[in-house]
């Protein structure tokens, strides 16, 4: 029954997707800006015959309607085109990049979620403490500071003065890791490469954090709140009454009900960390998507962008799919 | 009555619970004395906002942060409850004394299925001897709890329990809710039961069940309880014993018969007077005139006093005692004191009032 009920939301993200696709298909069309002059402006002095064969090439003198439709076509076949400018195929390009961003982004959610979780919940059970009012303004501040700004200030305090981290990449060579699934951490665990192991962890370290700190904001003040409502309910009440210790009234009684807002939460996060990510990657030179489509926008790549938009848009909604399925096991009251 | 029921059970001594507010501190319960005896069943009477849940909250010490008990005694079985550690004080809620609430549904938990919720309070007291299953045996201890979650939830009339173990609070209705959190209450026996207004949130029909299940255990098993209450009929009909009570004090109290056939107190007659009864058509229901006052702010006299038709100026000037009357019921009013002894007391009109 679930799994059809799953399979069913997971057709229902094909037309969720084809939207996307028009309207990146759109926009990169509708930016000042073209391709072939962007190209060419970087290569030099070049004939204009040229110029109108690579126009041709890249059907950027046919109709828009005709090129769009030419998009959708292949796109639906899964073929995302060729590369404007590195001249290579943009689902290979978009595979050799995914999983960076994946490493990244499971990074910074599973930072933040380890920080959010303990302050959440002692904040809320200690209402009013030094420490509730402490984590509160932290929280406040985590959710105001630009990651931009904060990934400066980390690599300036950890990196440049202390020395203790590394600047840029995802691992030192030398380790000599073998690549499995491409998340060096987890490839490095399976291989049994200790090196490896602290290397790339030293290397995901500040970007998890530049990444993580606003989520582990947004998610503690949620559970925060959630907690001080599910710890005042009457459920809790009758928990103590029972004879339930005091961290079992906690952390199963007002801990399981207050995850269910928190969930949803957690799930708009996946969003900002996907978007989020185009940032730090600049920042710590972090080989993964949002510096690809970073610079794709810059270049016109149009292939480029709209194969990376796709496959954004793709992982946002099937990481809301996980949410709402993860939410049905929390909430009784809720069905697919 | 043998000796057995005579023991007593609980008996509050002078028990004060406060709420620090904003507006100053709100006496909730103010000097409440009760006992109860093994197998008695125990009427707390009075209007909302009385201080009748605070004092259940307060004999499982169960009273949110910031209100606190402030003074008096909650002994049961011989001992203090005050002096118990929380270790001890956990022992004894649950497994001696349960607590069944006014709204069932937000009283259970939406997260976990009927079945388990009621397994937890056996398995927190450790009720099924598990001591001589080692190993896979305990699959056998596992079992025998089930069985005995199953027992009971069948005992308060759940039917076809086996399908029901697995259902969530949202999936019962408000009768069946309310089945299930006396099951909880039930599932390790214990010798007092507090129910707080546990048929308030129920129509009338479902209301007379829960009562009759209440009154079956209370024979079966010589559970006493105390049942919370605003409805002094319900009380009457229930109860073998009532306290009425007004603005945190008990104002009268006694056998049942005696409070309910010559209330000595001005409320208690008050309560009386405004009860509908079906039987007597035509007759007019008398409303209490007034509101209950502002437990922040009590007088230092008789808080009944503004809206007592019997009210002379000696009401106000100091706290009144809780006295004898010549019925055998204890009532807080000066009505009930001996003048001659009480020579502070301008009480000039007592004798027009008697005759
Ligand atoms: N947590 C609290 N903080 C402050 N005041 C409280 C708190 N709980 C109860 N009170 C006050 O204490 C008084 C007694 O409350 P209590 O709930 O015991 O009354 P009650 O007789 O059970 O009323 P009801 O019939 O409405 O359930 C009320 O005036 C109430 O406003
Ligand atoms: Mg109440």
Redesign the pocket.
């Known amino acids: 029954m679930r799994a059809i009920k799953i399979l069913e939301r997971v057709i229902a993200t094909i037309p969720i997707m084809f939207g996307v696709a028009i309207m990146v298909f759109l926009f990169m069309r509708l930016t000042p800006g073209d391709p072939v002059d962007i190209m060419m402006g970087q290569g030099g002095a070049v004939s204009a015959g040229e110029m109108e064969r690579l126009r041709h090439e890249f059907h950027l003198d046919q109709p828009l309607s005709i090129q769009l439709w030419l998009f959708l076509k292949d796109a639906f076949r899964g073929d995302l085109g060729y590369s404007y400018v590195q001249k290579r195929p943009v689902i290979d390009l978009i595979v050799e990049r995914l999983p960076a961003t994946i490493e990244l982004a499971l990074g910074a959610l599973i930072f933040g979620l380890i920080i959010a979780m303990p302050v959440g919940i002692i904040s809320a059970v200690r209402q009013n403490s030094l420490l509730d009012r402490f984590s509160m303004a932290g929280a406040f501040l985590g959710i105001s500071m630009p990651a931009f700004w904060l990934g400066i200030i980390l690599i300036l305090v950890f990196s440049v003065r202390l020395h203790w981290l590394p600047v840029q990449g995802r691992i030192d060579h030398s380790a000599g890791l073998q690549e499995v699934t491409g998340l060096y951490v987890l490839d490095s665990l399976l291989t049994g490469n200790r090196e490896a192991v602290a290397s790339s962890l030293k290397h995901l370290a500040l970007p998890a954090v530049t990444l993580g700190a606003g989520v582990a904001a947004v998610v503690a003040r949620v559970l925060r709140s959630s907690m001080l409502e599910t710890l005042r309910s009457d459920y809790v009440t009758l928990a103590r009454a029972k004879g339930a210790s005091e961290w079992m009234v906690v952390l199963k009684h007002a801990l399981r009900n207050a995850l269910i807002p928190t969930v949803t939460v957690v799930g708009l996060q996946i969003g900002v960390l996907l978007g989020g990510n185009m940032i730090v990657e600049t920042v710590f030179g972090w080989p993964g998507l949002g510096r690809l489509v970073v610079t794709a926008i810059f270049n016109r790549d149009f292939p480029l962008v709209q194969g990376t938009v796709m496959v954004y848009a793709f992982t946002f909604v099937m990481a809301n799919l996980i949410v709402d399925v993860l939410y049905t096991y929390l909430n009784p009251k809720i069905t697919l | 009555m043998n000796s057995i029921q005579q023991e007593i059970l609980l008996e509050l001594r002078n028990l004060s619970t406060v709420?620090p507010?904003k507006r100053g501190l709100?006496r909730?319960v103010d000097g409440v004395g009760f006992s109860v005896k093994r197998g008695q069943i125990l009427g707390i009477v009075?209007e909302?906002?009385?201080?009748?849940?605070?004092?259940l909250l307060s004999i499982l010490r169960l009273i949110?942060r910031p209100?606190y008990i402030d003074q008096g005694q909650i002994i049961f079985r011989g001992q203090d409850l005050r002096g118990l550690s929380s270790n001890a004080m956990r022992n004894i809620r649950g497994r001696e004394i349960s607590m069944i609430f006014?709204d069932p549904l937000s009283t259970l938990n939406p997260a976990f299925q009927i079945g388990q919720q009621i397994h937890e309070s056996l398995r927190l007291h450790q009720v099924i001897d598990g001591s001589r299953s080692l190993g896979p045996l305990k699959m056998g201890q596992r079992a025998r709890e089930k069985e005995r979650v199953l027992e009971v939830m069948t005992e308060v009339g759940i039917p076809s329990p086996v399908d029901r173990y697995t259902a969530y609070p949202h999936q019962f209705s408000g009768g069946m809710q309310q089945r299930a959190l006396i099951a909880i209450a039930l599932v390790c026996e214990p010798a007092l039961l507090l129910a707080?207004?546990p048929t308030t949130a129920l129509d009338v029909t479902i209301q007379a069940q829960i009562l009759d299940l209440m009154r079956r255990i209370n024979q079966n098993r010589g559970t006493a309880i105390i049942l919370?209450t605003?409805d002094l009929g319900l009380a009457a009909e229930f109860c073998d014993t009532i306290a009425v009570m007004y603005a945190?004090r008990i104002v009268e109290q006694g056998p049942v018969d005696d409070v309910v056939a010559n209330p000595q107190h001005p409320y208690t007659q008050g309560l009386l007077a405004c009860r509908p009864r079906i039987s007597e058509r035509g007759q007019r229901v008398q409303p209490i005139p007034g509101n209950v006052p502002d437990?922040a702010e009590l007088p230092p006299g008789c808080p009944f006093a503004p809206r007592c038709s019997y009210q002379r100026g000696a009401c106000d000037e100091g706290p009144i005692p809780l006295v004898s009357t010549s019925l055998g019921n204890i009532s807080r009013c000066l009505l009930h004191v001996d003048y001659r002894r009480q020579k502070d007391w301008k009480w000039t009109d007592r004798v027009a009032l008697e005759a």
């Open positions: 709420y507010t709100v909730a009075g909302s906002g009385c201080g009748k849940s605070t004092v949110r209100g006014q707080d207004e919370v605003h945190g437990l």
